[in-house]
């Protein structure tokens, strides 16, 4: 009887103890996807055409070893997995990761590259960013700084865009009251589309060859190209030294779902 009650105990505290592990994990994961300060790596990966050719059990055991490395590192970083294949003849799939420490993402990066899934595929681009508090928009009227905080429409957003910018020499030696007029433009082109795209800005420069990442999540690619085309029609575009080259658009996927996906 006694024995029965201390069994009941220690799963209950075992329970209490794992609710709240995971609890500080998805804290975990919310603050190092807002705050500014945090390291963002994407690393985008071609599988070789070998992988398919080996049998399905050798491929099932080589992803169990890449969950393993997630799980690993999940204390260091969150690792967030996209699938690039049929949309793209360059690259199969791409993995973003976030870590206050950039050591942690290479870390984190080499270990996936030594799997033996790490030996089929090939790192066909990566970019690497900081996030930062936004620049212009304290400088912007009340109207659209609030507009600005319009939430996203809650739901699945199923697609994914990267697009890489660089900026030319001419923008940075821009006073700042010139290149905030030119993205107050540029937010104003945006509002529309506010509700059905989610962006995240990362800041490259020197960091990369680069100056910013940016990434956005939507259900309506209809919406995201109308944006786009907007923002090519205000002055801030000018500047725009490189605009993709690459472009990744994918679909969002969970580690298991693109996992499935390459063992099938
Ligand atoms: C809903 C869509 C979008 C919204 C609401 C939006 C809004 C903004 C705002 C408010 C800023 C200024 C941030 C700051 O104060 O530092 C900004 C910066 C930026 N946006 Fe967008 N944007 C959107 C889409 C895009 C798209 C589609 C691109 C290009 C593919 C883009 C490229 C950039 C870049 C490169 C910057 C950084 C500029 C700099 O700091 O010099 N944005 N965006």
């Given at each position: 009887?006694?024995?029965?009650?201390?069994?009941?105990?220690?799963?209950?505290?075992?329970?209490?103890?794992?609710?709240?592990?995971?609890?500080?994990?998805?804290?975990?994961?919310?603050?190092?996807?807002?705050?500014?300060?945090?390291?963002?790596?994407?690393?985008?990966?071609k599988i070789d055409g070998d992988w398919w050719r080996l049998d399905k059990t050798t491929r099932g055991s080589a992803a169990a070893e890449v969950k393993a490395i997630f799980q690993k590192h999940a204390d260091t970083v969150t690792a967030d997995t996209y699938l690039l294949r049929g949309l793209s003849e360059k690259a199969d799939f791409f993995v973003r990761v976030h870590s206050m420490e950039m050591l942690n993402n290479q870390n984190f990066l080499v270990d996936l590259m030594g799997t033996t899934f790490g030996k089929y595929i090939q790192n066909t681009d990566t970019f690497n960013g900081i996030t930062k508090m936004a620049n212009y928009v304290p400088a912007f009227p009340d109207v659209l700084k609030e507009a600005m905080k319009t939430p996203p429409d809650p739901g699945p957003k199923s697609y994914v865009i990267?697009?890489?910018?660089?900026?030319?020499?001419?923008?940075?030696?821009?006073?700042?009251?010139?290149?905030?007029?030119?993205?107050?433009?540029?937010?104003?082109?945006?509002?529309?589309?506010?509700?059905?795209?989610?962006?995240?800005?990362?800041?490259?420069?020197?960091?990369?060859?680069?100056?910013?990442?940016?990434?956005?999540?939507?259900?309506?690619?209809?919406?995201?190209?109308?944006?786009?085309?907007?923002?090519?029609?205000?002055?801030?575009?000018?500047?725009?030294?490189?605009?993709?080259?690459p472009t990744l658009l994918g679909t969002i996927h969970s580690l298991d779902d693109i996992l499935e996906i390459f063992s099938r």
């Open positions: 009887m006694m024995n029965r009650s201390i069994l009941t105990v220690v799963m209950i505290g075992l329970l209490v103890w794992s609710c709240a592990d995971t609890a500080q994990a998805a804290a975990d994961r919310e603050k190092l996807l807002k705050d500014p300060g945090v390291y963002g790596s994407f690393a985008v990966f990267v697009v890489p910018i660089r900026k030319d020499a001419e923008w940075w030696i821009t006073a700042q009251d010139g290149r905030g007029t030119m993205m107050k433009e540029h937010a104003d082109a945006t509002v529309t589309y506010l509700k059905t795209v989610k962006r995240k800005l990362y800041h490259s420069s020197g960091l990369d060859d680069l100056d910013f990442i940016t990434y956005f999540e939507t259900a309506k690619l209809d919406d995201f190209n109308n944006l786009v085309i907007g923002l090519q029609r205000v002055n801030e575009n000018h500047h725009n030294k490189q605009f993709g080259s």
